[in-house]
């Protein structure tokens, strides 16, 4: 079997990849230990982010011609990649509170919602709270004046019964 035949299908998994991400976010994992590594594998696949080790040349030719085609400067090294299927920060801020219990682990870059982001750049996006959290904050700064406003309606309409 010829060697092409043996990359092309891992590189067609990894395009499969690319394709459906809102995110990719490329970590250095070098030192990690094997029982870190295992910790970090299950914490990102809660977090619903695909995290896989490949090839730095399979992944420079998976990000050709896509958004993710400047993340080859970083393919030097360990490398791993986590993508971001259903919620663009998730990667950076799960691999994030990952960084804190393994000191080894270090961003490389990354690609959020088409943005290219380097290694600080996606500490920052790290504290983007998720997609869902921001939505309940937002009703829930939006439903506390009703609120507010229906008490006082209430209050006034007991002072009145009170009066009558």
Known sequence: MAKVEVKAPIIEEIKSYVDKASAVVLVDYR????????NLRRTLREAGVVYKVYKNTYLKRAFEGTVYEELAKHLEGPTAVAFGIEDATAPARTLSKA??????????????????YDAEGLKVVANIPSKEELISRLLGSMQSPIANLARVIKQIAEKNEEAA
Not at 99 to 116: H, I, S
Request: net charge negative.
């Open 99 to 116: 960084m804190k219990a393994a000191d080894k682990l270090e961003f490389k870059g990354g690609v959020v919602d088409g943005t290219y």
């Open 31 to 38: 030192g990690l230990t094997v029982e870190a590594d295992t």
